[in-house]
């Protein structure tokens, strides 16, 4: 179970949110969806302490930070537990594909290269492509540069994925590839939390839908819930915006 409670973010004088709270069960799939600007990013930036929150408790399985208090030990036990995938990638490239999943295991786990490259290929396979172990993210299309991506995050084990809208910086024709992938963790049990603009991928895959702005969580339910019978006025005009009536969405993926 992951948890956060009270999270506050400010940058300056400008609060991007404050006293948010949530609660993820295991092998659960939340989706965050809302307009740009709400803070939906930076939320996922502050669990993995990539931004550091001035106010909150985060607490994933026995590892629990206070955020404005966490120290190097703390931070790194709670990455641990968790895998962050960017919207752009995020590789290194001056290593391989092989190299860029094998990294974080030899860094982060204090692997030996020997295992944290075997770990690496068994990931490979397993997303597809195990024939570019050796290929630069250069040589690599966009959607499978975000499958590496997404390969290195599966590579910790971690109890929770932070997905910070993968498929935003692919071209069309790569993105249902990426999703494809997203959709296979989510049948494993895979504990995601997901901000996205895909809302075909929030109706088929998400357990729960929370829909975020001005800082706030304004409305969660089911994807049936959310998407079929929102009753905040935001969320009515949000999803009015991004085209979508109530029923519209329908499996294509």
């Known amino acids: 179970m992951m948890t ?47 931004e550091q929150a001035e106010q909150g408790q985060i607490t994933i399985d026995d590892v629990n930070v206070d955020s404005a208090k966490a120290n190097k030990a703390d931070i790194l036990a709670l990455r641990r537990k968790t895998g962050f995938v960017f919207q752009n990638y995020a590789l290194f490239a001056h290593m391989t594909a092989k190299q860029n999943i094998a990294e974080g295991l030899i860094t982060v786990k204090g692997w030996t290269k ?27 299309s966009g959607g499978q540069q975000q ?27 790569w993105v249902g590839e990426v999703l494809g992938l997203m959709k296979t963790l989510a049948q494993r049990h895979q504990t995601m939390l997901v901000v996205t603009h895909e809302m075909q991928f929030a109706r088929e895959v998400a357990d729960r839908v929370i829909f975020m702005a001005d800082g706030r969580f304004v409305e969660q339910g089911t994807p049936d819930q959310i998407f079929n019978h929102p009753q905040d006025q935001r969320l009515q005009k949000f999803l009015r915006q991004v085209g979508i009536n109530k029923g519209s969405l329908h499996s294509e993926l």
Do not use: H, W
């Not at 993820?24 to 930036?45: D, M, Y």
């Not at 499958?147 to 069309?172: H, K, Y």
């Open 4 to 50: 956060f409670s009270q999270l506050t973010k400010r940058f300056g004088d400008s609060t991007v949110f404050a006293d948010l709270d949530l609660t993820i069960n295991k092998g659960e799939i939340v989706v965050i969806i809302g307009p740009s600007g709400t803070g939906k990013s930076t939320l996922l930036r502050c669990i993995n302490f990539l």
């Open 147 to 173: 499958r590496v991506g997404i390969g290195r995050a599966m590579a910790q084990d971690a109890e929770l994925l932070l997905f910070d809208e993968p498929t935003s910086a692919l071209d069309p024709e």
């Open 114 to 140: 020997e295992d944290a490259y075997r770990k690496a290929q068994q990931i490979l396979d397993d997303i597809g492509l195990g024939d570019k172990a050796e290929s630069y993210p250069a040589a690599l």
